[in-house]
């Protein structure tokens, strides 16, 4: 009877944690509810549902940058992989779970990139995610002496995977190489391990790895490259940024859930590092690898991605235009100071209040492009993450802009009502 009383009170009190922080949460507008949901897409556009109603939105959020998940090509091979092998792996890929499907695309990617005459080979992974969580910590987990150089704008998978290593993380100032090179000269780690992404997704701006590289050289660091929104869009065939400037990092990641239009992800490295990190990545010996069909399709994707330069420079041109038409309409306060020349472009508001409602009204005036607040981003640098795709037209974009322009026309005019956003106005827009 104590036993129970005592696990009852004990679970009284977990929830009264929880409930108290949910109420913080709130208070501080930083509650996170689910989006309605899409029962039509079409990449930019589609109809979302939320508590029975309908409404066509265009989209300006979504990382499906060539609309890859919407090509039949692509979709035939998903059918025809899951009538092949089913509609998953059933085990870890060191168990029973490794197809031919995995094989064909891991030698897919061997031609694809070159590695053979490169020294280098390919691991796939479930997700970026669970690569940088798996990856940085076996690394950097079993040396005596390691330190981790990490951008401070770096994504949260990166973030993770150095805090599950638990050695020393030094992180640098964002794209500062001098900062990087005064924190990699004082180093006396025996590995050192230099980590960044190539593009920022938060941001939208590239790092400056010829310098990286540089600096890894010269100091004997190992250089790990996260490509996941540069992939398919940047580089010959769209390899990444790495490519498109000539760099050759020691370790790259690449995922198949953006520009691709799948699930999943890829790191390329030198051989007997695979070959380390198949018997030390706790995320790849632990989780049931990838369903079959999602590979095939994969290969694919990259396939057709390679031959379509047109659909990758239009992603990039779409985006130029959008930058242009925002500063035409006086809206530069609200870019990055710095240059940005990707397909994603940050519109920054500061107030995660104002972030919420001006996500809000644009969803009311028909676009859908979601918040993004702390801890994604900085406290005081909520914004609207506005990203373009291939299959976005100039009006498509023109009509976005002359709504958001209005939006910010009133908020200066301070006739925009905006204050403490309503919990069911939060969890209509997510």
């Given at each position: 009877m104590k036993t129970i009383l005592f696990l009852k009170f004990t679970i009284m009190g977990l929830e009264s944690i929880f409930d108290f922080e949910v109420e913080r949460l709130e208070r501080e507008n930083l509650l996170r509810f689910l989006p309605p949901y899409w029962v039509e897409y079409n990449v930019s556009r589609g109809t979302v549902e939320k508590d029975g109603e309908k409404k066509e939105v265009f989209i300006f959020c979504s990382n499906d940058y060539l609309g890859m998940t919407r090509r039949k090509e692509v979709a035939q091979e998903i059918i025809e992989g899951v009538l092949r092998y089913g509609s998953g792996s059933g085990a870890a890929r060191l168990v029973s779970g490794n197809f031919k499907a995995h094989q064909e695309f891991e030698d897919f990617i061997r031609y694809f990139f070159e590695l053979t005459k490169k020294g280098k080979d390919v691991l796939i992974f479930n997700s970026g995610w669970c690569a940088n969580v798996g990856v940085i910590p076996a690394i950097c987990g079993g040396v005596e002496s390691a330190e981790i150089f990490s951008d401070e704008l770096n994504h949260a998978s990166i973030i993770d995977g150095c805090r599950l290593s638990k050695v020393k993380v030094s992180v640098?100032?964002?794209?500062?190489?001098?900062?990087?090179?005064?924190?990699?000269?004082?180093?006396?780690?025996?590995?050192?391990?230099?980590?960044?992404?190539?593009?920022?997704?938060?941001?939208?701006?590239?790092?400056?790895?010829?310098?990286?590289?540089?600096?890894?050289?010269?100091?004997?660091?190992?250089?790990?490259?996260?490509?996941?929104?540069?992939?398919?869009?940047?580089?010959?065939?769209?390899?990444?940024?790495?490519?498109?400037?000539?760099?050759?990092?020691?370790?790259?990641?690449?995922?198949?859930?953006?520009?691709?239009?799948?699930?999943?992800?890829?790191?390329?490295?030198?051989?007997?590092?695979?070959?380390?990190?198949?018997?030390?990545?706790?995320?790849?010996?632990?989780?049931?690898?990838?369903?079959?069909?999602?590979?095939?399709?994969?290969?694919?994707?990259?396939?057709?991605?390679?031959?379509?330069?047109?659909?990758?420079?239009?992603?990039?041109?779409?985006?130029?235009?959008?930058?242009?038409?925002?500063?035409?309409?006086?809206?530069?306060?609200?870019?990055?100071?710095?240059?940005?020349?990707?397909?994603?472009?940050?519109?920054?508001?500061?107030?995660?209040?104002?972030?919420?409602?001006?996500?809000?009204?644009?969803?009311?005036?028909?676009?859908f492009v979601q918040a993004i607040r702390y801890p994604s981003v900085p406290r005081d640098k909520s914004r609207l993450r506005i990203t373009v795709t291939s299959e976005h037209s100039r009006e498509d974009i023109a009509l976005f802009v002359e709504a958001l322009a209005d939006i910010m026309f009133h908020v200066k005019q301070g006739n925009f009502s905006y204050g403490k956003v309503e919990r069911k106005n939060s969890e209509k827009m997510g």
């Open positions: 640098f100032r964002h794209r500062d190489c001098n900062h990087l090179e005064s924190l990699l000269s004082r180093s006396s780690a025996k590995l050192k391990l230099v980590v960044v992404d190539s593009i920022f997704s938060m941001d939208g701006d590239i790092s400056p790895l010829k310098d990286i590289r540089f600096l890894c050289e010269r100091y004997s660091a190992l250089f790990y490259v996260d490509e996941a929104h540069a992939f398919g869009i940047f580089g010959e065939k769209g390899k990444g940024i790495s490519d498109e400037l000539g760099v050759e990092p020691d370790i790259a990641l690449f995922t198949l859930s953006k520009a691709v239009g799948l699930y999943g992800a890829f790191l390329i490295a030198e051989k007997n590092l695979i070959k380390f990190l198949r018997s030390r990545a706790r995320s790849f010996i632990f989780s049931t690898s990838l369903p079959p069909f999602i590979l095939s399709a994969a290969k694919k994707s990259i396939e057709i991605i390679g031959r379509e330069g047109e659909r990758r420079r239009k992603v990039l041109e779409n985006a130029s235009f959008l930058r242009n038409r925002l500063k035409e309409k006086g809206l530069s306060s609200f870019l990055t100071s710095f240059p940005v020349t990707t397909q994603i472009t940050p519109f920054i508001l500061g107030d995660s209040v104002l972030a919420l409602s001006v996500s809000r009204e644009l969803f009311e005036r028909g676009f």
